[in-house]
């Protein structure tokens, strides 16, 4: 192995070994933190401006004051955690409604969420809407926005190492097609480590966002058929494998929902 490769070989281990890890809420899963809780935040906090700069707000009263009155319970489930169950953020939440027919939602770091009047018709009631929010604090909380960039990292330094090997072994005509394997091993590491850990990070808002709905006094069996709804508004729009999305599938999503709900009702008390 030439002294170049052993270099970023190294480099990739040393990454991984001197990455702060931490444990998600509820599922106990280990993550690779490599962005710090500051950075975050103010990358979060950037990134939310830029959107709500293009971006047109709700001046419907009553559709605001919903995304922030449900907003504002699941966030106070955040922050006062059972013991021992994660530990409280202390973000500065917000929650804005954007006014614009998508069936849409988002969450950015530091706990800066947004919500589409085109979702409200799906949502229906607030339970409903209670179930996609707590989906999106459930990311916050988590922290899945400095964990994706970490896996990017981490998944860039191994492209760059192996990439390396092959410029260093590879001679005469095997350099002509050098180009296409790295390629190659980018779509591997898209499609075999990032594609995945983003699914994941996705189930584990589904479950995280069940414990916080209880804990908030909202029904997590309501959270079936919402995405059931979901499903059934994105049916038109033409579907990928599973393997090949960000997101579950439909049917993978609703079956989790419905194992992890015995879970989540152990929080639940119900309120007036």
Known sequence: MRPVTRSLVALCGTLVLLAACEIAPVTGRSQIMLVSEAEERQMGLQAYREVLAKEPLSTNAQATALVDKVG???????????????????????????DKNEPNAFCLPG????????????????????????????????????ERMSDQMVAS????????????????????????????????????YLLPMSRAQESEADRIGLVL??????????????????????SG????AEWLSTHP???????DIRAWLPEAMKYYRPRD
């Open 72 to 98: 504002r319970r699941i966030a106070a489930a955040a922050e006062r955690p059972p013991a021992e169950m994660w530990r409280a953020p202390n973000y500065r939440w917000e929650f804005k409604t954007i």
């Open 111 to 146: 706990g800066k969420i947004a919500v589409y009047t085109g979702l409200l018709p799906i949502t229906r009631t607030e339970t409903g809407l209670a179930v996609v929010i707590s989906h999106e604090v459930a990311h916050a909380l988590a922290r899945h926005g400095a």
């Open 157 to 192: 330094v191994g492209v760059a190492a192996a990439s390396a090997a092959l410029a260093t072994t590879a001679s005469g005509r095997s350099r002509t097609y050098l180009p296409a394997m790295m390629a190659a091993l980018g779509a591997g590491a898209t499609v075999g």
């Open 213 to 234: 709905m209880a804990l908030a006094g909202y029904d997590p069996r309501e959270a079936v058929p919402l995405w059931e709804r979901m499903r059934a508004a994105s």
């Open 237 to 240: 729009r033409g579907s990928q």
């Open 249 to 255: 599938a439909p049917t993978t999503r609703i079956a």
